[in-house]
């Protein structure tokens, strides 16, 4: 899971989208099914808003070629998330995420969905900067005993932020990013492909033909390119891990074209001591519960 800046629609989109909420808050009889809306060219305007925003991967397991408009505060009540699913965002732009079919099937997030005592949203929210995974997941980068690498843990918290760790926990089994093994696969083949071409790039330079017949700035231009699935490993190495530390600056040194490209879907990450409260800190600082 990568976080994302939610773009703002185009003007008619947006006061379409107010419309269909509005008739569908007031219950009134112009009021229109998601179901119908998804035959509408609005939804379809709606849909490639998103595929450009999330760069056609889920906003949740970043597996390619995602097609679903999935609501993160599930529209609809359910057993499965305490009835507390709700109409009143059906329509709501700043509810709404991409994602693959799994990810926005029953087996994983479907209609499910816990609740903090807050009342907030349990499920981490891409597009939440406070709900930034760098501060909630730590992605395992080499093997060891426990787990193998591209396993998503839950990052250590201290104790006042228990209710961190719990969401990271959820967020992980909910999404099941750990039982599916081609995404566990995926995210160790980026961490593999990366450490193996910033070696040869320190070693032999940029423009070094890897056994593949690229040179290594190529090779290294098309993996970070913004549609390629699973970069949160790779984000998590450029500003997250001490043992990498000036890694970054270091590989701009040597092929600065990349710089633009990280930057078009790596966000800085936030200060995570800042972000990860204490329930009764968070219920202070006034943050929206709701993306």
Not at 85 to 94: C, D, E, I, K
Not at 181 to 198: E, H, M, P, Q, W
Not at 204 to 216: L, M, R, T, V
């Amino acid at each position: 899971m990568i976080s994302v800046n939610r773009k703002d629609l185009p003007a008619e989109i947006q006061e379409q989208l107010t419309q269909l909420q509005e008739a569908m808050d007031q219950n009134s009889a112009d009021a229109m099914s998601w179901e119908a809306f998804n035959k509408t060219d609005t939804y379809q305007s709606l849909k490639s808003v998103l595929l450009q925003m999330f760069h056609g991967k889920c906003a949740y397991c970043e597996r390619d070629g995602a097609n679903h408009v999935e609501h993160h505060w599930p529209k609809s009540p359910h057993p499965h998330n305490a009835n507390r699913g709700a109409a009143s965002h059906m329509f709501q732009w700043n509810n709404m995420v991409l994602a693959c079919s799994t990810c926005n099937g029953f087996e994983c997030k479907g209609s499910h969905m816990e609740w903090e005592t807050d009342g907030s949203p349990r499920l981490l929210n891409p597009c939440l900067g406070k709900d930034d995974a760098l501060c909630y997941f730590t992605i395992v980068l080499e093997s060891n005993p426990q787990f193998i690498v591209g396993w998503i843990d839950p990052r250590p918290q201290p104790d006042t932020a228990a209710i961190a760790y719990n969401r990271a926990e959820y967020t992980i089994r909910r999404l099941k990013l750990n039982q599916r093994d081609y995404l566990v696969r995926g995210r160790a083949r980026a961490i593999s492909k990366l450490l193996i071409c910033l070696h040869l790039l320190f070693e032999f330079g940029p423009d070094y033909e890897a056994p593949s017949g690229n040179p290594i700035r190529r090779t290294l231009l098309q993996m970070f390119d913004a549609r390629e699935p699973y970069l949160s490993p790779i984000r998590q190495i450029l500003y997250y891990e001490p043992a990498y530390q000036g890694l970054k600056e270091r590989l701009l040194e040597q092929v600065p074209e990349i710089g633009p490209i990280v930057e078009s879907w790596a966000l800085l990450p936030p200060d995570c001591s800042r972000l990860i409260q204490s329930p009764e800190d968070s219920a202070e600082s006034g943050d929206d519960v709701v993306a």
